[in-house]
T-cell receptor, first 112, second 115 residues
């Protein structure tokens, strides 16, 4: 068990560009969550998947954000037309249903 | 909606001493879980301890223990024999037992262990 991994670890982009992040969960976990964490705050829920189905999206997830988990394994989070306000740490977590969530190291995004 | 409040933005403790971090939460749920996560500087978030609301016994993990007061909606973390490696942000989190299980986090407490 290698834990939850995320790539890239850091991303610097210019405003208006698109970015995509990847999360690889713990292999036997059927649930995958995306959170956003801004400096000095706790993580905020964005969306989650059970297997390949995206079951809930937070109101924080504007229409510029899209997430997929095509085969119920890894997931991608794409942000289109990035804005400076999107600068944050994007965290992925995975779990079995109803159990403890384990976090990846995060992708730190800086939008210039 | 569930909310989690950590009223201590920063705390410090001398090495080998004991420190208690506070957390309160608001919910109408009866079945839920509470967690403390630790996030060291520039490192990933790791689970410290977990408490099921239906259990009256307070959870303990080595030097870490909780004081869970369900009626008061309070969930404090006690760290005994503090070590330099305990320096981190500590987040209290709430998760419903049923449903989507998304977690609600407090704003965190920055703990510094001083030599």
């Amino acid at each position: 068990d290698t834990g939850v991994s995320q790539n890239p670890r850091h991303k610097i982009t210019k405003r208006g560009q698109n970015v995509t992040f990847r999360c690889d969960p713990i292999s036997e976990h059927n649930r995958l969550y995306w959170y956003r964490q801004t400096l000095g705050q706790g993580p905020e829920f964005l969306t989650y998947f059970q297997n390949e189905a995206q079951l809930e999206k937070s109101r924080l997830l504007s229409d510029r954000f899209s997430a997929e988990r095509p085969k119920g394994s890894f997931s991608t989070l794409e942000i289109q037309r990035t804005e400076q306000g999107d600068s944050a740490m994007y965290l992925c977590a995975s779990s079995k249903m109803g159990e403890t969530q384990y976090f990846g190291p995060g992708t730190r995004l800086l939008v210039l | 909606a569930q909310t989690v409040t950590q009223s201590q933005p920063e705390m410090s403790v001398q090495e080998a001493e004991t420190v208690t971090l506070s957390c309160t939460y608001d919910t109408s749920e009866n079945n839920y879980y509470l967690f403390w996560y630790k996030q060291p500087p520039s490192r990933q978030m790791i689970l410290v301890i977990r408490q099921e609301a239906y259990k009256q016994q307070n959870a303990t993990e080595n030097r870490f223990s909780v004081n869970f007061q369900k009626a008061a909606k309070s969930f404090s973390l006690k760290i005994s024999d503090s070590q330099l490696g305990d320096t981190a942000m500590y987040f209290c989190a709430f998760m419903k037992h049923f449903g989507n299980n998304d977690m609600r986090f407090g704003a965190g407490t920055r703990l510094t262990v001083k030599p």
